[in-house]
């Protein structure tokens, strides 16, 4: 958070509540999606000086690529300014409404609270991360972090925890922006398919890391974090209400939901706790926070881009995947390739973005598919030395980013085993 926010900082978290708006309004019918995109560029543009590092980078060579594909995919063809502007509008307004949860999800302890000890604490909190991640998201690494490093730096051993607890929570949130990704990118996935079929493979995942871990020779000197499960209250009346709306507004894009439920219930919860007042933490984090998410917007913005691209390539020289079958381990084979990118520093984002607008049209199931790409931001974000999870670690708590593949590369394979059981789990039940 930007502790003294400039001007025009604050002006520009304003610009970005309100593309959060202005794509709600469009998912309902009642604008088209440019105006909300336009404003995320403007946004995005504005914040990109602070973008800084590898991601920048990143960052510059998708978007280099995504220009030189529109160029040659065009051939001299009008410019599609409005499908450039709408794409992800959709993906970027819900990492920003998702965002405000935080405010209401209660998962700070009790600073004189005493921090839980062994392996019963090693399981409440991988458990914990995991499912306040699903929510609060990034937030759940730096509350949990500062406090397990407050009287000594945070261990591998934790990182490690922190690092599997919290992406595993891809596999399934419907408030994880991966599940927008795949939403997206596999174009008629269902999100209870994605939801339901992702729970198992997390549950077991988190069952193999916590014996993994468990089994290491400092566990019982290890501290933990007091997590109270009571404060899940409020994300499973946010899931209830989003699954709800689905239901009796089908048309309307699930995104759209979260993003409008996520606000509204974070802005009644404030009201109610302690009346207005309490609005003044949500005005800070919209001057104070949402400018900080200046790399996020960035990516997607350039991933947007690089998408019309492909699809303007793929129009344009006719190129057909020869395809005969997409089941269980063509989507393993797609799987690996997502990992390896991932290893490489290729944000999982871009390589779901890239197969996705290969595979998508051709694919009979798009629930295998989109089940993929949630698999594959999993794996990708444990075994990449540069996912945003693990420079989050080394950035705040002395980390090394290039240490965690190394760290989770046991986990990594076994994850694969199971991903691989899922899909064909998945499989066998939509046969029976």
Known sequence: MIENPTGLQRLIGWMMLSAVLLSVAAGLGWLPG????????CCGLLLFGRVGGFLR?????????????????????????????????????????????????????????????????????????????????????QIVGERLSRRQPLTPQQGVLLSRGFALASLWSPFFVAMGVALTHADGAQLETLSLAGL???????????IGLSRHPGVTSQAG??????????????????????????????????????????????????????????????????????GELALFLAAGVLTVGLAQVVERSGFDWPLQQFGPWQAWGLLWMILVAAVMGIHPLISIATSGGILAPQVQDPNLLGMTFLMGWAVGIIASPVSGTHLTLQARFGLSAFGFPRWNLGFVLQLMLICLLALHGYAWFRAG
């Open 200 to 210: 198992p493979a997390a549950a077991v995942a988190l069952l193999v890391a916590g």
């Open 57 to 141: 980078l990143q960052v510059l060579c998708i978007f280099l690529i995504g220009c030189a594909a529109l160029w040659w995919g065009l051939d001299g063809r009008e410019l599609p300014w409005a499908k450039l502007l709408a794409t992800n509008q959709i993906l970027i307004a819900m990492l920003i409404a998702v965002s405000f949860l935080r405010l209401v999800t209660a998962l700070r302890a009790d600073p004189q609270e005493q921090l839980p000890m062994g392996r019963g604490a090693l399981w409440r909190t991988l458990l914990g991360v995991h499912l306040f991640g699903a929510v609060i998201n990034m937030s759940t690494l």
């Open 225 to 294: 974090y007091p997590i109270h499960f009571e404060a899940l209250w409020l994300p499973l009346l946010l899931a209830v209400l989003v699954f709800g709306a689905r239901g009796l507004w089908p048309d309307v894009p699930v995104l759209s939901w979260v993003s409008l439920l996520s606000l509204l219930l974070c802005l009644l919860v404030l009201v109610l706790r302690s009346g207005t007042q309490r609005l003044a933490s949500m005005r800070r984090h919209v001057e104070a926070q949402l400018p900080t998410m200046g």
């Open 34 to 41: 440019f105006y909300s995109g336009g404003l995320a560029w």
